[in-house]
């Protein structure tokens, strides 16, 4: 069974031009087909889900389109916070939260809280995140308990690094999804620790029209392989 999808939900911006309207309805609409995302995995029974949603290089972006977005998460959680609770849906951020402001931190912190305890599906979302930033953090990590004394070099094992990452206690991921046509057939700094064995699916569509029917073939292309992990 699956047990962990990782999505990169690309084409929003691409979709609003496409539709000649301006980008933040493009990130609207893409928001939308993140609750359908958590919906459908419920009812495939995916316990774990990812999503790249803001990756530490989209920074690069203008001042308003930041804002939007988080305004835009903002807007999501404060509304759908007690449906995630009704539904079993856990929230968390993984990535780099030094360059959040105050009050975004104190949206995390809620919506982290007030689902910490929901079982069905834990929703991980990829924010200020980047791949290679995240290994590095976690090497300062494991420098610092050397230091200390709590660590012995001789004893970290692949195991033990992954206690430092962001998705410590989350399994690796077992299918990656990933929208946006073929000129974006690449994982783009999403997860390299733990997606070394995921199946690879690219959708032709953009983000904000990914379908429940999509989805099913993305489930369908994981389950007729036969996998080898390596071996």
Same mark, same amino acid.
């Given at each position: 069974?699956?047990?962990?999808?990782?999505? !990169?939900?690309?084409? $929003?911006?691409?979709?609003? #031009?496409?539709?000649?309207?301006?980008?933040?309805?493009?990130? $609207?609409?893409?928001?939308?087909?993140?609750?359908?995302?958590?919906?459908?995995?419920?009812?495939?029974?995916?316990?774990?889900?990812?999503?790249?949603?803001?990756?530490?290089?989209?920074?690069?972006?203008?001042?308003?389109?930041?804002?939007?977005?988080?305004?835009?998460?903002?807007?999501?959680?404060?509304?759908? #916070?007690?449906?995630?609770?009704?539904?079993?849906?856990?929230?968390?951020?993984?990535?780099? &939260?030094?360059?959040?402001?105050?009050?975004?931190?104190?949206?995390i /912190?809620?919506?982290?809280? /007030?689902?910490?305890?929901?079982? #069905?599906?834990?929703?991980?979302?990829?924010?200020?995140?980047?791949?290679?930033?995240?290994? @590095?953090?976690?090497?300062?990590?494991?420098?610092?308990?050397?230091?200390?004394?709590?660590?012995r !070099?001789?004893?970290?094992?692949?195991?033990?690094?992954e #206690?430092?990452?962001?998705?410590?206690?989350?399994?690796?991921?077992?299918?990656?999804? &990933? @929208?946006?046509?073929?000129?974006? &057939?690449?994982?783009? $700094?999403?997860l390299?620790?733990?997606?070394?064995?995921?199946?690879?699916?690219?959708?032709?569509l953009?983000?904000?029209?990914? @379908?429940?029917?999509?989805? $099913?073939?993305?489930?369908?292309?994981?389950?007729?392989?036969?996998?080898?992990?390596?071996?």
């Amino acid at each position: 069974m699956i047990q962990h999808i990782g999505v !990169i939900m690309d084409g $929003n911006r691409r979709w609003a #031009k496409a539709h000649k309207l301006e980008i933040a309805m493009g990130h $609207n609409q893409g928001a939308e087909n993140f609750g359908n995302l958590c919906d459908w995995c419920l009812q495939e029974g995916v316990p774990y889900v990812t999503v790249y949603a803001f990756s530490t290089e989209n920074w690069k972006r203008t001042d308003k389109e930041i804002n939007h977005l988080f305004g835009l998460m903002e807007k999501y959680f404060l509304e759908e #916070k007690t449906k995630c609770v009704e539904k079993g849906v856990r929230i968390s951020i993984i990535g780099e &939260r030094d360059r959040f402001s105050a009050r975004v931190m104190s949206i995390i /912190t809620d919506i982290e809280t /007030t689902t910490k305890d929901c079982k #069905k599906l834990q929703v991980q979302i990829a924010l200020s995140y980047g791949g290679r930033d995240e290994i @590095t953090r976690a090497v300062k990590k494991i420098a610092a308990d050397v230091a200390r004394g709590s660590l012995r !070099i001789d004893n970290l094992t692949e195991a033990s690094f992954e #206690k430092y990452l962001d998705t410590a206690g989350v399994p690796d991921v077992d299918l990656v999804i &990933r @929208t946006g046509g073929a000129e974006n &057939r690449r994982l783009s $700094n999403f997860l390299p620790w733990q997606t070394v064995y995921a199946e690879l699916f690219f959708s032709d569509l953009l983000w904000p029209e990914f @379908t429940q029917a999509e989805f $099913n073939r993305a489930i369908a292309y994981y389950y007729s392989i036969k996998r080898k992990l390596g071996k």
